[in-house]
C-alpha cells in the first residue's frame, strides 16, 4: 500500500520532479468539516480550510484514499462513511482524496502515525522508542490502552522494530526529538 501521508497535523506539500528534472512543489488542501453528501465515490464536504490550499466547501474523489477512523484508529471501507459525520480530509490540487480521517469531533488530541525503530528498549510493563524519523521519543507505560486489531488489548513489551502505530496523544513537547506520552495506541500492521 502506497503511504503518502503520515501525520494528520503534519502534511503540507508533495514533491515530485517532472521528466526534465525540475521539483514541483504542490501544497496539499486539507479541509475539516461535516459530510454532506455521497455519490458513488465523491464526497462533498463542507467546513474549515487547514492548509492555505484548503477549501471551505469541496467535492472530492475519493480515488484508493486511505481511510481512518479516529475513534478506533483501524482503517476503514467507504461503506463506512455517512453523511453527517465529521472529517478531515487531505487532498491535491485535482480534487483528488489522498487521506482521509472519520470522527474527527471526539475530542480534542492529537492522532499521527509513526514507525517503530530499531531503537527501542523495553522495561517491565512500558517501551521507550525513537520513530523511525528520529521527531519523535515515545514512551508506552501500563497506563497506555494498546490495541492490536487482530489480537485485542496487548502490553508494551509486544511492540517491535518496523510495525506501524496510530497514536492519541494529548501533548507533545517542543523538543527534539518531541517527547511522547501517548494514552492510546492502535497498531497498523505487524
Known sequence: ?????????????????????????EEIGETIGIIVAIDGKFLHVTGEPITNAGLADIVLDLANAPIYDLLTGFPVGTDFIKEDMSIRVAY???????AIWLNCDYDESAVFSVVVSDNIQYGYGYCVFLCSDGKYR??????????????????????????ELF???????ASSPSIVYPDKVVLIND
Not at 140 to 163: A, K, M, R, S
Open 167 to 173: 497514536l492519541w496523544v494529548e501533548m507533545i513537547t
Open 92 to 98: 491535491d490540487a485535482n480534487d483528488t482524496a489522498l
Open 138 to 163: 515515545i514512551t508506552i507505560g501500563p497506563e497506555t490502552v494498546i490495541i492490536d486489531p487482530f489480537y485485542g488489548q496487548i502490553v508494551p513489551e509486544d511492540i517491535l522494530p518496523g510495525q
Open 1 to 25: 500500500m502506497r503511504k503518502l501521508i503520515v501525520s494528520i497535523f503534519f502534511v503540507t506539500c508533495l514533491t515530485f520532479s517532472t521528466a526534465n528534472g525540475m521539483y514541483i512543489y
